[in-house]
């Protein structure tokens, strides 16, 4: 199978190439490293005899759209975006830019060089808006309810794709699933900035933690959020390549944590004695959001494998041999 990986030196894109070489498949990375390393990529460059290669691209330009006619690759998987919410706020027009108009170009792309199946990223944490508690853990029938409003330009841009891959198979014939991922954590997940950004809180406590530093929590810490391993939703984009077709899916844990709690787990497996400081609560912030996986099992057999226990003591260990 050859793939496109589009976000590649990012995060969770990086992750899911190491998985793909692992299974011997053939895949192109894309990034325009705007916000990706290509450190991440070192041990798909190191393992993969002939098999991997790169191109750095960014989404809304020809050349990738070029690169997608040029390589016909199977499956698209579509990670490339404009992740930081606030900045959604500031500028929605570049938000747009890349996260819609970047993605339309991809599709329309993969449209006509015959690729048979998109794998998007959507978010579960921002496409729902602030849900109504009576109606956590959300399911995707929600998404098109009045009162799912997105919250931010950032959350309308992964919710209002859904309408384009919705077209693109209707019309062209391009098959996809669109995943709405929760909070994700795990390896190499970096903090944007001091404050980082919203999904990242993971990181950024383990990284103050282990530096001997206090951490902010933003809002009085009891707002929760869904967090889901990096490796589990890396098993969900695979599952997605032959499964789920033409469905949004969502991929978390189901499990509601505060804030709270899971600066104490942090603080139990780093050794931190600090308070928390607590700031003002930060604008357009969701105050519980949690996603409910069932169609991800009956969909795709996908379920988390791994705890919040196990994934926080991984990450812990990884951010701890990077420090
Ligand atoms: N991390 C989470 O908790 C989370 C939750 C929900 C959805 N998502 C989505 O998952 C995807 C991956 O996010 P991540 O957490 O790995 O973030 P990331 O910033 O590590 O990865 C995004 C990658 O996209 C690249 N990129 C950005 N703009 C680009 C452009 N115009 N052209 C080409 N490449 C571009 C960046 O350089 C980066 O490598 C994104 O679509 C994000 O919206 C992430």
Redesign the pocket.
């Known amino acids: 199978m050859r793939s496109l990986v ?8 990086s992750h899911l190439i190491d998985r793909l070489l692992a299974e011997g498949e053939e895949v192109l990375a ?8 290509l450190a991440n990529l070192a041990d798909a460059r190191r393992s993969a005899m002939g098999k991997f290669s790169f191109q750095r ?4 330009s020809t050349a ?1 759209a070029d690169i997608i006619k040029r390589h016909k690759p199977q499956v698209i998987f579509h ?5 930081d919410v606030r900045k959604s706020v500031r500028d929605p027009l570049s938000d747009a830019m ?1 996260n819609v108009i ?1 993605t339309l170009g991809v599709l329309q792309a993969a449209s006509e060089a015959g690729t048979e199946k998109v794998v998007f ?6 496409i729902y808006g602030e849900p109504d508690p009576s109606r956590l853990p959300v399911t995707e029938d929600q998404v098109y309810l009045p009162e799912s409003m997105p919250e931010s330009p ?1 959350g309308v841009s ?1 919710k209002i794709v859904l309408d384009y891959l919705r077209y693109f198979k209707a019309v062209k014939g391009l098959d996809y699933t669109a995943l709405a ?5 795990g390896p190499r ?1 970096e903090p944007a900035s001091e404050v980082g950004l919203e ?2 809180v993971v990181a950024i406590f383990s990284r103050k933690m282990l530096g001997g530093r206090p951490c902010t929590i933003y809002g009085d810490g009891t707002q929760t959020r869904d967090f889901v391993y990096v490796d589990d939703v890396v098993s969900a984009y695979l599952a997605a390549r032959d499964k789920g077709s033409g469905e949004l899916i969502n991929v978390g844990s189901g499990v509601e944590l505060s804030v709270n709690d899971l600066y104490r787990n942090l603080a139990e497996l780093t050794g931190s004695r600090f308070e928390p400081i607590y700031g003002a609560a930060r604008p357009g912030e969701l105050h519980r959001i949690v996603v409910d996986p069932t169609k991800a099992a009956e969909q795709l057999g996908w379920r988390p494998g791994v705890d919040l226990a196990e994934g926080l003591k991984q990450t812990v260990a990884w951010f701890r041999a990077t420090a």
Do not use: H, M, P, R
């Open positions: 589009t976000g590649a030196a990012g995060f969770i894109g894309l990034d325009n490293l705007s916000s990706g390393s691209a960014d989404v809304t990738t990670l490339a975006a404009q992740v890349v970047g990223t959507s978010s579960g944490g921002c950032y992964k991922l929760a909070n994700v954590y997940q999904g990242q």
